[in-house]
């Protein structure tokens, strides 16, 4: 006959792989979360920095918001891909510049919701 301790032993078999299995599932999922926040974070800095930098572009003497407009497509399809620059709009007044650019939330790598992150940017005019 098996003791107490040997059928409390055996029946303890396999549960540190189903533990492991429980906690490495868990810890991926963290892991790429943060990836994922990240990789959002990423793509709202270059289109703020693409937006300043067309703002600035649109804002100096002898340029116009169509200048502006480009160069914020320009650098936004370097950085991150051209559908990002598909909603880029700019203001011109008489003493500001305003860049907006409505791109899409990154949820899953560079798919997300479409429209999901609006980000603006301002500059002087030159006279």
Do not use: C, K
Request: proline share 4%.
């Amino acid at each position: 006959m098996r003791s107490a301790a040997s059928r409390a032993a055996s029946d303890d078999d396999g549960a540190a792989t189903v533990e492991w299995t429980l906690v490495a599932t868990l810890l991926t999922m963290l892991f790429l979360a943060v990836l994922q926040i990240g990789f959002a974070m990423h793509v709202r800095t270059a289109l703020v920095d693409a937006a300043a930098e067309g703002a600035r572009l649109a804002g100096l003497e002898g340029a116009d918001a169509a200048d502006g407009a480009a160069r914020t497509e320009e650098l936004i399809g370097l950085v991150l891909h051209p559908g990002y620059a598909e909603r880029v709009e700019v203001v011109r007044g008489e003493q500001l510049v305003e860049v907006t650019v409505r791109a899409p939330l990154p949820l899953i790598g560079l798919v997300g919701f479409p429209e999901g992150i609006e980000v603006s940017a301002h500059a002087p005019v030159e006279r």
